[in-house]
């Protein structure tokens, strides 16, 4: 079982229309979570970075994250064209054993239809 | 503000042979790690640097080793290339004064892609 999971999609949605994207994962050390965006052949884009419980928001994104039920979100509004990419989820825990390295969700394929 | 770089864009390499990989981290930033990203996955850690030293190592071979130089910057060198080692290279880089505050965010490179034949 991978520790963060992850539905590939793809995930097609028209323009305007909310998204949702989704992580679970299965180790509770895990206190820093991230969501990336990334275009194809290029570098991960960070967008959101939270800690522990609660939500984030920022422009048309708000970052969910739910530890009890080891699992978070990324709700994208009025969702764009140019939104169309490979969102990638990540979570780090600052313990010894992890140091602050990145653990990946494969990433979720979106595609806003104009 | 510079952001994080590297070279080469694209390599091309036969198996068998050995390739080095170059990162130079975000303006202030003093701690590197490196990700592989095959197509399709999401990026797998490799290792991190601090301080010129390997701090932290991923599920990956000796084959993989990196250094890191006195301005942060680093490499990534890879030995006895396989098929499978084929993908997208990925570095990011971070504050470390800010780890244990949590403010610590890895920001990307836009990668090098390595294809093996």
């Known amino acids: 079982q991978k520790e963060v999971e992850q539905d590939p999609g793809p995930l097609s949605v028209p323009e305007g229309a909310i998204v949702s994207l989704n992580c679970t994962y299965s180790?509770?050390?895990?206190?820093?979570f991230m969501w990336y965006r990334q275009y194809s052949r290029k570098g991960p884009e960070l967008l959101m970075y939270?800690?522990?419980?609660g939500n984030k928001e920022d422009g048309r994104f708000t970052a969910q994250v739910d530890k009890s039920s080891k699992y978070i979100s990324l709700f994208i509004r009025d969702s764009q064209p140019s939104d169309s990419a490979t969102y990638l989820c990540?979570?780090?825990?600052?313990?010894?054993?992890?140091?602050?390295?990145?653990?990946f969700g494969a990433g979720t394929i979106l595609r806003v239809k104009s | 503000d510079a952001g994080v770089t590297q070279s080469p864009t694209h390599l091309i390499k036969t198996r068998g042979q050995q390739v080095t990989l170059r990162c130079s981290p975000k303006?202030?930033?003093?701690?590197v790690s490196w990700y592989q990203q095959a197509l399709g996955q999401g990026p797998q850690f490799i290792f991190q640097?601090?301080?010129?030293?390997?701090?932290q190592r991923g599920n990956f071979p000796d084959r993989f080793s990196g250094h890191q130089f006195p301005n942060y910057s680093s490499e990534l060198n890879v030995n006895a290339l396989l098929l499978g080692d084929s993908a997208l290279y990925l570095c990011?880089?971070?504050?470390?004064?800010?780890?244990?505050?949590?403010?610590?965010?890895?920001?990307f490179g836009p990668g090098t892609r390595l294809t093996v034949t």
């Open positions: 990011a880089s971070s504050l470390d004064g800010l780890r244990l505050a949590g403010g610590d965010e890895q920001y």
């Open positions: 180790n509770s050390a895990f206190q820093y």
């Open positions: 939270t800690y522990s419980s």
């Open positions: 990540a979570m780090s825990a600052q313990v010894l054993e992890y140091g602050n390295k990145l653990v």
């Open positions: 303006s202030g930033h003093d701690t």
């Open positions: 640097y601090y301080e010129e030293e390997e701090r």
